[in-house]
């Protein structure tokens, strides 16, 4: 009987922790999301309504920027204005505030096409991981990196520094359920 209660204790912390996890890792989402929405003013869902009426100033500021810009979706939303939109085949993401001033243009890159000194970097240090993400930021004084790394027992987040080098932004481990 003992042995029998022993297991269920087990298992019910088992549950609890598993819970934890979870609840952890939206924290951990959450708060890499509310980071780069203070950065680049706001990361959304990826949604526009059409119907919206969209910040004329943000339209004006697009048609020049991205003249040749097509299938672009509109989102407003209180502090800042998201275009979606298809250039030179890639999807681009451009960032607006509220005055229609382009704060950041995003867009989801290969590890090709990061600078030579962070590539090197990854492959020397990051071998034994694969890639899960990997965009760039850009605004008019920098281009900034963000990589999604993943083994079998880590996630890592890493932020570039310029071109020059990597620091971790956030690091999880993985939980094994056996």
């Known amino acids: 009987m003992e042995e029998i209660g022993a297991s269920y204790i087990r298992a019910q912390n088992r549950k609890r922790h598993l819970k934890l996890i979870k609840v ?17 003013m706001g990361f ?6 059409k119907d919206e009426v969209v910040n004329q100033q943000a ?5 020049r920027e991205f003249a040749s ?4 979706i ?28 382009l704060q950041a243009v995003v867009r989801n890159i290969v590890s090709d096409q990061l600078p030579i000194s962070l590539l090197s970097d990854l492959k020397k240090d990051y071998s034994d991981y694969w890639i899960s993400d990997l965009f760039e930021i850009a605004t008019d004084d920098q281009t900034t ?5 993943e083994n079998s027992e880590k996630k890592i987040v890493l932020k570039s520094q310029g071109t020059s080098f990597w620091s971790v932004f956030s690091k999880e481990k993985k939980v094994s359920i056996q």
């Open 74 to 101: 509109w989102e407003q939303k209180d502090t800042y204005t998201r275009a979606t939109f298809s250039l030179n085949g890639q999807i681009l993401f451009a960032y607006y505030n509220t005055n229609g001033d």
């Open 24 to 40: 952890k890792n939206k924290i951990m989402n959450k708060l890499f999301l509310s980071i780069a929405t203070m950065l680049m």
């Open 145 to 149: 990196y963000y990589i999604t790394l």
């Open 59 to 63: 339209l004006r500021s697009f048609k």
């Open 44 to 49: 959304s869902a990826f949604a526009g309504n």
């Open 69 to 72: 810009a097509s299938n672009i």
